[in-house]
């Protein structure tokens, strides 16, 4: 009698591609976000590795260090919620969204 070979694994299940948490698109590149910047955490005594952080699109992410000090950040927009309140933030999203994950998006601050 032959025997059975258990079942293959290969090839690999495909992965569902990376989102950015701030526009939700598939983007192949993201990038760590600490949602209370290094600078601000070390003051307050966390150690970094403590700190939250989300993964980002780079476009997203340019944009938040273009529009909030480390200061505002740490205090007022330490969440993905309380980013996506923020009207520069929508507006930015609506317009990102429309853009295919691949073209490169400028961000000016």
Request: charged letters at 20%; a positive charge; glycine letters at 4%.
């Amino acid at each position: 009698m032959a025997r059975r070979l258990p079942p293959s694994d290969w090839p690999p299940a495909p992965q569902p591609a990376p989102r950015c948490a701030l526009c939700e698109r598939e983007t192949p590149v993201l990038t760590e976000h600490h949602l209370i910047p290094r600078s601000q955490g070390r003051r307050r005594g966390t150690p970094i590795h403590a700190l939250p952080t989300v993964l980002l699109c780079p476009a997203c992410h340019k944009f938040l260090h273009k529009t909030f000090s480390n200061a505002e950040l740490a205090t007022t927009y330490a969440s993905v919620d309380a980013l996506r309140q923020h009207e520069a933030v929508q507006n930015f999203l609506n317009w990102l969204r429309k853009q295919p994950p691949s073209k490169g998006v400028r961000v000016r601050g």
